[in-house]
């Protein structure tokens, strides 16, 4: 296969415990649903995380459709999601029937605006109007959500809250109300992908965590198309095929011991990204709010001047020298599939998607490589300088 970049943004590294966990599958035969790493990963992650239960699933997107259907999301009901997402967290919802209701991100963390939040439910109260059945927050970019105020408001009127934690595992909160506590762990449910781009992957899977057992136990199910113990075939509702394969669990075990690793690396190449960039008048840098330890996924800044299509400028730069840069999310009230949605607001949404540029941030970067990403962003930026 050709190479497009020679820095891409984000690969995965996979070390030799992965191969060796990946040949075990070979030998033992155990290549599909039966085999022994997909509880050891879901024990395995759990601890990590500190998480009481954890169900391995093929994507973090069937994670989120287990999540809505545990959390008895259906038809005709309203979820509260970002406007400004990865559409898998806004498609889960309508998996389900129901009507997603998009909310602004906040310039702090870009992520769903808090005060939004708790003003549209205690006027929806204060007007005896239905609240959503759920409220899925998610962690953009690895950047923890400004969350004590949404969790409070949602236990006023019994709410759930849902973590879309898909690009921020390993991301937490160091002081405030939730010190000490990592990013998914906290909501009724949290779900985490193992996608190829993602800080670990397993090529294709997710995870559901909850502190609920029974919750887990029917999202496990509901994952092994809720067929009933037995051998005669007897299912007692709608399920999905929606498990992990063993061979892929082999190598979530793997990574997940490698993540330690990867985090700090993530967080290097962060912290050398910010020093090059703090000084510069047109460079916004990713969010790091003080009471939060971001995972620094993807290193996101944005650069000013929306109005000149700076952003798309750097990239193109970026790509010229052979230097992969992604813009980030358009928002869903701008995309084809979810204008019809109705949107709380939009216009930090829509600042993030003008101005943002992911840069490379693969665990692999090397400090010459991104030397090169640093020299190539600094020079494409002054250039859109009168
Ligand atoms: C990657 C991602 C997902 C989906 O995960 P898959 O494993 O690709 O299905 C969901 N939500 C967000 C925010 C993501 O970035």
């Known amino acids: 296969m050709e190479r497009h970049y020679d820095i891409p943004l984000s690969v995965p590294c996979l070390e030799e415990n992965?191969?060796?966990?990946?040949?075990?599958?070979?030998?033992?035969?155990?290549v599909s649903s039966v085999g022994p790493f997909v509880e050891q990963f879901e024990r395995a992650f759990a601890a990590w995380l500190g998480?009481?239960?954890?169900?391995?699933?093929?994507?973090?997107?069937?994670a989120l459709h287990l999540a809505m259907r545990v959390l008895g999301v259906e038809r005709g009901d309203e979820v509260f999601v970002p406007t400004f997402s990865f559409a898998a967290s806004i498609n889960a919802a309508v998996y389900q029937g129901a009507t997603p209701i998009l909310i602004d991100s906040e310039p702090r963390t870009w992520n769903m605006d808090p005060e939004v939040v708790v003003a549209e439910i205690e006027s929806r109260a204060r007007a005896g109007r239905a609240q959503p059945k759920a409220?899925?927050?998610?962690?953009?970019l690895g950047c923890p959500a400004e969350?004590?105020?949404?969790?409070?408001?949602?236990?006023?009127?019994?709410?759930?809250?849902?973590?879309?934690?898909?690009?921020?595992l390993g991301a937490g909160y160091s002081s405030g109300p939730l010190a000490g506590r990592n990013v998914g762990t906290i909501g009724r449910?949290?779900?985490?992908?193992?996608?190829?781009?993602?800080?670990?992957?397993?090529?294709?899977?997710?995870?559901?965590v909850t502190e609920d057992q029974a919750l887990a136990e029917r999202a496990r199910h509901l994952s092994r198309q809720a067929k009933l113990p037995g051998s005669d075939y007897d299912h007692d509702e709608v399920g999905y095929n929606y498990r992990l394969s063993n061979l892929a669990a082999a190598l979530g075990l793997a990574q997940l011991e490698s993540l330690p690793k990867f985090l700090d690396a993530k967080r290097r190449i962060a912290a050398r990204y910010d020093s090059a960039f703090r000084s510069h008048a047109d460079v916004v840098l990713p969010p790091h709010p003080a009471w939060a330890s971001p995972s620094f996924w993807l290193y996101s800044i944005l650069v000013g001047d929306a109005a000149n299509g700076r952003a798309a400028l750097v990239r193109d730069a970026l790509g010229r020298r052979r230097i992969e840069a992604r813009p980030l999310w358009r928002p869903a009230h701008k995309t084809r599939a979810f204008r019809g949605l109705s949107c709380i607001g939009?216009?930090?949404?829509?600042?993030?998607?003008?101005?943002?540029?992911?840069?490379?941030?693969?665990?692999s970067l090397?400090?010459?490589?991104?030397t090169r990403v640093i020299e190539a962003v600094l020079e494409a930026t002054r250039g859109g300088q009168p």
């Open 366 to 370: 090397t400090e010459v490589e991104q």
């Open 135 to 140: 409220v899925e927050v998610v962690h953009i």
């Open 51 to 62: 998480a009481r239960h954890a169900v391995a699933c093929a994507s973090g997107t069937a």
């Open 346 to 363: 939009g216009a930090v949404a829509d600042r993030l998607f003008r101005e943002g540029l992911s840069l490379p941030s693969s665990v």
């Open 18 to 30: 992965a191969r060796r966990y990946v040949l075990e599958c070979f030998e033992t035969n155990y």
């Open 147 to 168: 969350l004590a105020p949404i969790l409070e408001v949602c236990a006023r009127y019994g709410i759930p809250v849902l973590e879309d934690a898909a690009e921020a």
């Open 189 to 208: 449910v949290g779900c985490f992908s193992f996608n190829g781009n993602k800080v670990m992957t397993t090529g294709n899977g997710g995870m559901l």
